[in-house]
């Protein structure tokens, strides 16, 4: 037996199965076509919110609508929204359907702008709250740490826009199933970047490794990433752009010393790479993603 197989195997078991189902979830999604009614037409001028993962959810799908040509389409943390800037409607995210944040602006809102929420749990208080539920109720988790109801939100908003999902959907299997290198286990430290939609999936990975595993991450926008945070970047330490990168980052990255992560498939499946690497930390590290240190299944504020 290696150092390495010296943990507990068990650890993280919900975030496992959970993150190993993705790919069957999201096709799942792709054929929710008649949920697609309830959202926001193409034209309308909507704001995108939620907390934490359903808020860099949000991030990828505002960029892939407007970039699409469906219509301006601005991405909030539920908490620092701005909603009061003539939108036609507000699109929420939330798996538990609990978070306070979430409920606070969407009963600002009632009766003024209408609403669309998309949820793990239809039990939550936010099903109330919202004119229009999208349930994503077979993509709801165990782990306290989410994988795949906020992949599989955004795998339905993405087909909603037309996006063909066959290709990343592949590749998102391929991504469950393949070995991952030792130089990413390994790791001391990690930057995670996007360009487009993907940097709300390089917010999600960074956020991910820190809550499974308590590792020191970070994200940007790619062309951010010259801009003072490089300096972070070393021998030991990883650099993990998804999607196409920008011209010169590799080139750059190669000369810090750092391991330059790229591979040529769709964000959101190189993710599931990213969430393995998170999950293997944990158990690594002796932790368990299912149940992280100062964590909880969503955040429920005294009012
Ligand atoms: C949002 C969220 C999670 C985070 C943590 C607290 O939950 O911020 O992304 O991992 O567990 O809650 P939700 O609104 O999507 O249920």
Redesign the pocket.
């Known amino acids: 037996m290696t150092d390495t197989q010296l943990y507990d195997v068990h650890a993280g078991a919900h975030m496992e199965a959970e993150l190993a189902s993705q790919p069957d979830a999201w096709e799942r999604a792709v054929g929710l076509r008649a949920e697609r009614a309830v959202l926001p037409a193409a034209g309308e001028r909507i704001a995108v919110v939620?907390?934490?993962?359903?808020?860099f959810m949000a991030q990828s799908y505002a960029v892939l609508r407007e970039s699409s040509g469906h219509g301006i389409t601005d991405a909030y943390a539920a908490s620092e929204a701005f909603v009061d800037r003539g939108y036609d409607a507000i699109v929420a995210?939330?798996?538990?359907?609990?978070?306070t944040e979430?409920l606070e602006l969407l009963a600002k809102v009632r009766g003024r702008i209408p609403t669309v929420g998309l949820v793990?749990d239809v039990s939550s208080p936010f099903v109330d709250l919202v004119d229009d539920v999208v349930p994503l109720t077979f993509a709801d988790e165990k782990s306290?740490?989410?994988t795949r109801?906020?992949t599989t939100a955004l795998a339905f908003l993405r087909s909603s826009l037309g996006e063909d999902l066959t290709s990343a959907i592949a590749a998102g299997r391929q991504a469950v199933a393949a070995e991952l290198d030792e130089v990413l286990l390994a790791a001391e430290q990690y930057s995670f970047l996007g360009s487009g939609w993907t940097v709300g999936v390089a917010h999600e990975a960074a956020?991910k490794m820190r809550?499974a595993s308590q590792l020191w991450t970070e994200s940007y926008p790619a062309k951010e990433y010259r801009h003072g945070p490089i300096a972070i970047a070393a021998p030991g330490r990883v650099t993990w752009m998804f999607g196409k990168a920008p011209e010169g980052l590799s080139a750059d990255i190669a000369e810090t010393g750092a391991h330059y992560e790229n591979r040529p498939v769709d964000a959101m499946a190189d993710l599931v790479r990213a969430q393995r690497v998170a999950l293997e930390r944990a158990r690594r590290a002796g932790l368990d993603p299912d149940q992280p240190r100062n964590?909880?299944?969503?955040?429920i504020l005294d009012s």
């Open positions: 939620g907390c934490g993962t359903s808020w995210i939330t798996r538990s359907g609990t978070t979430v793990g306290v740490v989410q109801f906020a956020l809550e964590l909880t299944r969503s955040v």
